[in-house]
């Protein structure tokens, strides 16, 4: 209400009193104090702490524990918004959006899209004029939602769904759990290019550029009038890879997750050119879920219109994280003639307008020596945890390390990795 | 920040300024502003409308517009919310559970679902005590993960999914979508139950109880070693039907829909026995979409954090709200020797402890006269838009009006039902 010309807060101080002070709760820089955390005496959240750390304050140190470099958790992202409180905050009256629908009887909201299209366009990354837009509980629904949809219906031969090796572990997973009469999960794409029958059967592949797990610029291996592709592009933002032009394909898929770095607001979406399809995937969305939650929408309209008001600043910040940590592990490795990484070719990046090299979301590490084919067990002997080769379809000469957790967590794995490398070294020079 | 020991607030201001000033547009009574909702010039969110109501302000009514019976929008509650502000804002800092998982690893919010327990318990409606809790995205994500968690894997059978005539349109909808070798649908419960092959055949029956769309306490027709039951009890709240006891079956499945009126938050969950059942279905949430958003998590726990501290008044509101409507809506029906409304047998309510009517969210209406074989065409003719009977497995003698949408719908409905039924009245006096 106003007072004078000033306006008091009324039915929202009670709720800001509380959020910031759980958000002021101590937690030594190691861990935050989340408004619907576990509670303790007097029904205060206590802080969730980093992985290693522990304690009422996280200030405790567990020595020895396992460096987790498995999921794919972006808080890396973290202390940017913890930088940013005013501009990011949010505000919910109670009876904010209660129906299925938005005023446009659909499940997506259009300032959200809009949103989108500006920060595509500003980035430069994606094409979007003309283009459909549809959102999803992540990019997990939106990947499976586009499998359905390209999969022809009424067919006795199903759409065969292949992705070139390394490939990202879900999309043979969800695959297999969701098949049917309508599309099954068939492999590596480059065996299937070789097959004879190819040229008959509809094919649907999934191509995820920047690849996960190895970050490379993956190309799609299969082209024709009976192959549909569904390119995976939550990485392709200036974080992880030069962005060498504005991506145009006709089924492109980007998630909060690794834009903002809210995994857990679980908020995808796919740039679509067909409205046949566009509306097909609609129809998943209704009877998979009724839509996206209007709550996921509004965080994710909320983050960013930040984004959009603060410039380059998430990128710079980003990017800048993401080559200094792999300044930190190239380092560490180029130490080592037991571990490898991927070759890392400069490209020209549009978006900083410079000559750059990736800075991937995952170190794929490869293990060298003859008798390591099993990498994972070697880090873990290390005390590191990575994720084993064989999910992506490569071999257990491969792991994957998550580069985009919180920085305890890359601290630890560094220091790990250099003890293990160390003690290789010390083997060595006393050998010779 | 404290200043002297008083907390002043900081980071929220912004946010809770910029949200009081859209929630205080004025929209006459007949619309509201959304934070996110469509701009106008200056960016300032505009009013959106009820049905029938236009203008800047919704102040202009629109003649002859149809009344909007069809959808199950449960914006009934939103005058509960609306003078519950204060005790219901939520203010999320931009880092809130940025992560895909909770501080235990799992998609669950410990504290919602202690608040989910609490509240069962509060009502008597379900018993939850060594029961597991799973989340999904509204009881539509959660149905059809116990469809494909209850079918048995690896085997030439799809388990037969039915369900009693009339049944919720989207179990049979999204049974077909999504069917495969593990399951397919099979229509009405009461037809399979004649069947000579039944006994030896998977069966998964869905009971929604109480029903949609005719709102009776539906019981399962099948039993047996090979049948697996799924409750659907998203309406066995005390606004909506008498409590005769607390729910205990194997799968019941809830919403916060149709309990606080947030639809578009999509958050459902399943109260479940088995703990291996409980297994596979969060193994379906995390292949589906990885989980559930966790800002629907953290809505739903404000919510039902205020519904309860505030004792039994949501469900008075509610109660207060349907019963109100039904004895219009029978009042304007009695009238009619044309239409009937299904029978309405009084029962005791251990909420209430009081014995009364069922004042379900639907009027299952059915046209009497023999040539009126379309309802739905009959009452479209007087300017009404319901759902027709045979999108329940029913037959279009019957019609589904939603009861449960804004007053303004409801009084239209109302409006145009006496209209109509007024000239039946007329028609026959003159021709008598």
Known sequence: MYVGDQWKLSWSTRAALEAETVAATFCSGHGRAYLDGLVAHGNKPVCTCNSCFTGPDCSQFIPHCPATADSGNPLFLEPFWMQHLASSALVVVGWHQMAYTYEDSTYVSKELEKLVRRL???????????????????????????????????????????????????NK?????????????????????????????NVIEFVTSP?????????????????????????????????????????????????????????????????????????????????????AQLRAFRLLKTVLEEGTEIFDFAYRTMKSRWERLVRTISLSDRFS?????????????????????????????????????????????????????????????????????????IERLNELISKEDGVRTFEE
Chains 1, 2 share one sequence.
Request: glycine share 6%.
């Open 211 to 295: 690849n996960n797990p190895d970050g490379q610029l993956k190309q799609a291996i299969l082209h024709g009038l009976n192959v549909k592709t569904i390119y995976d592009r939550a990485y392709y933002w200036p974080h992880f890879t030069p962005i060498p032009a504005s991506a145009d394909e006709d089924v492109m898929v980007f998630t909060l997750s690794k834009l903002t770095g809210h995994a857990g607001t679980r908020l995808g979406w796919a740039v679509i050119k067909d409205e046949a399809l566009f509306k097909r995937m609609m129809e998943h969305m209704r009877l998979n879920s009724m839509g996206v939650s209007k709550d």
């Open 120 to 170: 595509h366009e500003t980035v430069g990354n994606a094409v979007t004029e003309n283009r459909f837009i549809i959102f999803g509980a992540g990019s997990t629904q939106v990947l499976n939602a586009a499998v359905f949809a390209l999969s022809p219906e009424n067919t006795s031969s199903p759409a065969r769904v292949v992705s070139s090796v390394p490939y990202y572990t879900l």
């Open 173 to 201: 997973e969800q695959t297999e759990y969701f098949s049917s009469e309508k599309f099954e999960f068939e492999g590596d794409a480059y065996t299937w290019r070789n097959r004879s029958d190819g040229s008959s059967t």
């Open 341 to 413: 990484l991927p070759e890392n070719n400069p490209q020209y990046c549009t978006f900083y307008s410079k000559v750059r090299q990736l800075s991937p979301a995952y170190g794929w590490l490869k293990c060298e020596r003859e008798e390591d084919k099993d990498c994972f067990a070697v880090l873990k002997a290390a005390n590191i945890i990575g994720r084993e080769g064989h999910r992506y379809g490569a071999e257990d000469r491969h792991v994957r390390l998550s580069l985009v957790k919180t920085e305890d967590d890359f601290d630890i794995l």
